[in-house]
C-alpha cells in the first residue's frame, strides 16, 4: 500500500506539465491521463473504504480481547476469595494470554489506521490534483505546444496510448532520474539468527509461572481479600 501512495502522490501539475511536453498531441493525452486518475481515485476510494472495515473490526477485536482481561482478573480474584486457588492460576494464565493476543492486535489497529490515512490522503490528493487539470486544461495544452516548438516532440501520441494505464506511472517518475541513488543492503554483513526454540518455551513458561505468582500476591495483597459478602 505505501509504495502505490508514494507512486501516486508524486502526481503533481508541475510533473503533469513536464510529461505532455515530451508527447506530439498533448490535446488527446491529457483525456486519458484525467481517465485514470479518475480511476486511481476510485482505486484509492476502495481501498479507504476497505482499510476503514478493517480498522473497525480491530478495534471490536480490542475490546473484547480488553474486556476479556478484566473479566479475567475479577474471576481469579473470586476464585481466591473462595479459596480456589487452582482455578485462580488457570484464569490468570488466560490473562496474560489475552494480554498478548490484544498486543497483537493493538499493533494491527495502528497499521489499520496507517493504512487507513494513507488512502484517505492520496484519494483527497488525486482529487485535488485532478480538479485544478480540469480547471487549467487549456492552459496546460497552449503552454505544452509552445514548449515543444521549442524542444521538440520525443514520443508519439500513438505510443503513449497504446502504453494504456502506464501515463500515470510515467508521470510519477518525471525528474525523478538524478533520485534514485540509495544505500543497498548487504545480505552477508546480517548476523544470522539462530536460536534454541526449546529454550526460549522454557524460559517463557517459567516467566509466566512467576507473572501469575506476582498477580496472585497482588490479589492476597488488595485489602487482604476480604470475604465474599455472599458466603457470610
Do not use: W
Not at 480491530?58 to 480474584?77: C, F, H, P, V, Y
Request: a positive charge; hydrophobic letters at 35%; aromatic letters at 4%.
Amino acid at each position: 500500500m505505501t509504495g502505490f501512495v508514494n507512486r501516486f502522490k508524486r502526481i503533481t501539475l508541475s510533473r503533469i506539465n513536464a510529461f505532455l511536453e515530451t508527447v506530439e498531441e498533448p490535446e488527446i493525452v491529457l483525456p486519458q491521463l484525467i481517465h485514470e486518475m479518475q480511476s486511481r481515485i476510485g482505486d484509492a476510494a476502495n481501498a479507504e473504504s476497505k482499510a476503514a472495515a478493517a480498522f473497525r473490526a480491530n478495534q471490536r477485536r480490542l475490546d473484547e480481547s480488553t474486556g476479556r482481561m478484566i473479566r479475567l482478573e475479577k474471576g481469579a480474584e473470586m476464585a481466591l476469595r473462595h479459596g480456589d486457588e487452582s482455578l485462580a492460576r488457570e484464569a490468570l494464565a488466560e490473562q496474560v494470554k489475552a494480554e498478548r493476543l490484544a498486543e497483537d492486535q493493538r499493533h494491527a489497529l495502528q497499521q489499520g489506521e496507517k493504512a487507513l490515512l494513507e488512502a484517505r490522503e492520496l484519494r483527497l490528493h488525486l482529487q485535488a490534483q485532478l480538479e485544478e487539470i480540469k480547471q487549467r486544461r487549456n492552459e496546460i495544452i497552449k503552454r505544452s505546444r509552445s514548449v515543444k516548438k521549442a524542444v521538440g516532440t520525443y514520443r508519439s501520441t500513438d505510443k503513449i496510448r497504446a502504453a494504456g494505464a502506464a501515463i500515470l506511472e510515467e508521470v510519477s517518475r518525471m525528474q525523478e532520474k538524478n533520485n534514485t541513488c540509495g544505500f543497498s543492503i548487504d545480505a552477508t554483513s546480517r548476523l544470522p539468527e539462530t536460536y534454541n526454540r526449546s529454550l526460549e518455551d522454557r524460559l517463557r513458561t517459567l516467566e509466566q509461572e512467576a507473572e501469575i505468582e506476582r498477580r496472585l500476591n497482588s490479589i492476597r495483597g488488595k485489602k487482604q481479600l476480604k470475604p465474599d459478602a455472599s458466603r457470610l
